[in-house]
């Protein structure tokens, strides 16, 4: 597996497996357990998908080294500031059932993510998450984020697809040295995504299905992603992307597909703000 070397040295497989909307923890667990099987070493989950222990539960029984793998997991935003972030990571370490995180992030750039921020450094700082990044960090945040902390995130995970390609967060990132992870690498299938034509011809061609250009389309960008799967077919379908490059003509005829908008929500949009911001997951 391909590798991405994060700014503090740490490396990450460049495709993983998402587990978001796979809240039943049995499904979550069968889940994991078959994509370790097709070989991802990647898991992406977080506290908000209530399903961590189930992550737990697949990585314990798959008897794969923990050494080998690289576990995501997030901070939620009703858990921001200094103590409760603290507090918020041991029941996600607990949950999960690992002595550390290899990527803890904060989810979502709303309330009091400084503090939140400021707990993070600290379990970078003790070994119990060996890198520390944000979400859906849009570029002023992120800039203001590493501006006023002394620790610079390692990875921001924006939604990226054919839809909502993120060119101008794509610069600003690389520029900085922050490493890019698409969410929503499929647009959650949203717009017929599996079926617009261009995708398929460019498909036809080596052999392959929409879904895995898409993926090669993020990975040869040099983005890392994460897609999310309940069926063991498609997880195997969507690991299958080294094996051909898209050409200068592949990759423009995609980037003509951009329409610069999120077909699921856009987190600067104050209804988002307003929603998002709201939602609990615990008392
Ligand atoms: N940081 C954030 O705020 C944030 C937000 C959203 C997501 N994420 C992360 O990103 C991961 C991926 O994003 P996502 O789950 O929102 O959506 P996604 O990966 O873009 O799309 C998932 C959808 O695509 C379908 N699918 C997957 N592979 C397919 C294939 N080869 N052919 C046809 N259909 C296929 C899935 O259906 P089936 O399951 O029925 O196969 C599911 O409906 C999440 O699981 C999560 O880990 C992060």
Redo the contacts with the bound molecule.
Sequence with gaps: MKQITLNNGVNMPILG??????SDLDEAERCVSDALEVGYRLI???AG?CNEEAVGAAITKSGVKREDLFVTT?LWVEDYGYEPALKAFEVSRKKLGLDYVDLY?V??PYSDYYGAWRALEKLYKEGAVRAIGV??FWNERLADLFNCNEIKPTLN???T?VWRQQWEADAFMTKHGIARQ????????NNDV?NVPVLKEIGAKYGK????VMLRWLIQRGFSA??????KA?ME??FNVFDFSLDDADMAAIKALDTGKST?YDEMDPESALYIGSVKYHD
Excluded at 17 to 22: A, K, R
Excluded at 226 to 231: A, F, G, L, M, Q
């Design positions: 497996f998402g587990v978001y909307q796979i992406d989950t977080a998908y997030k992030l989810h979502k979400t859906s995970q924006i939604e697809n698409a969410w929503a690498p499929f647009a959650e299938g599996f299905s929409t879904g895995q994460i897609p999310k799967t309940v069926r498609r379908e969507n699921i």
